[in-house]
T-cell receptor, first 110, second 112 residues
Framework: QQPVQSPQAVILREGEDAVINCSSSKALYSVHWYRQKHGEAPVFLMILLKGGEQKGHEKISASFNEKKQQSSLYLTASQLSYSGTYFCGTENNAGNMLTFGGGTRLMVKP | DGGITQSPKYLFRKEGQNVTLSCEQNLNHDAMYWYRQDPGQGLRLIYYSQIVNDFQKGDIAEGYSVSREKKESFPLTVTSAQKNPTAFYLC???????????FGPGTRLTVT
């Protein structure tokens, strides 16, 4: 079953923060986050494994709460380059297929 | 440079024709995937393959077929049985479970 992302869309001013959530109805083994620019392929951001580990690089970080079957992506001090659609992909066992959410469209304005 | 190539970038076909989309990777990855993306929508899994000569149906396999005769190659055929084939098709690969997935640049298929 497809994970649910919220919000579906968000508009920010440069420098503002945003949180994107990803929820699953199944127990999760890992959560992957990707960003896609219009007409391009998704680009990997980070992967979170079971254990509630929080990861991040620069001003983008994420958390994973396996008990709640949820992950959140945190974008701080957003830049124009952060604009795009963010997808979470979930694995619910140690198999090798990802199920992607419907995406969150993020637009950062000057 | 390692990566995934998909060709062509744009493809136009008449309704009723089968069409094959190419996907090649030189990352030495065992697992390969095909996704379909419709405008403003997420990625839906069509087929995936974990090893050569083996593949499994994803969520929307009807009207599609694949082969995996070589580790590097995972072509997708969109058959005339696929009712709404116009979409953006993405191929991906990865080393195995829990690894990041690499995507190719995609093929935009238009069927009229």
């Amino acid at each position: 079953q497809q994970p649910v992302q919220s919000p579906q869309a968000v508009i920010l001013r440069e420098g503002e923060d945003a949180v994107i959530n990803c929820s699953s109805s199944k127990a999760l083994y890992s959560v992957h986050w990707y960003r896609q620019k219009h007409g391009e392929a998704p680009v990997f951001l980070m992967i979170l494994l079971k254990g509630g580990e929080q990861k991040g690089h620069e001003k983008i970080s994420a958390s994973f709460n396996e008990k709640k079957q949820q992950s959140s992506l945190y974008l701080t001090a957003s830049q124009l380059s952060y604009s795009g659609t963010y997808f979470c992909g979930t694995e619910n066992n140690a198999g090798n297929m990802l199920t992607f959410g419907g995406g969150t469209r993020l637009m950062v304005k000057p | 440079d390692g990566g995934i190539t998909q060709s062509p970038k744009y493809l136009f076909r008449k309704e009723g024709q089968n069409v094959t989309l190419s996907c090649e990777q030189n990352l030495n990855h065992d697992a390969m995937y095909w996704y379909r993306q419709d405008p403003g929508q997420g990625l839906r899994l069509i087929y995936y393959s974990q090893i050569v000569n083996d593949f499994q149906k994803g969520d929307i396999a009807e009207g599609y077929s694949v082969s995996r005769e070589k580790k590097e190659s995972f072509p997708l055929t969109v058959t005339s049985a696929q009712k709404n084939p116009t979409a953006f098709y993405l191929c991906a690969s990865r080393d195995g479970p829990l690894y990041e997935q690499y995507f190719g640049p995609g093929t935009r298929l238009t069927v009229t």
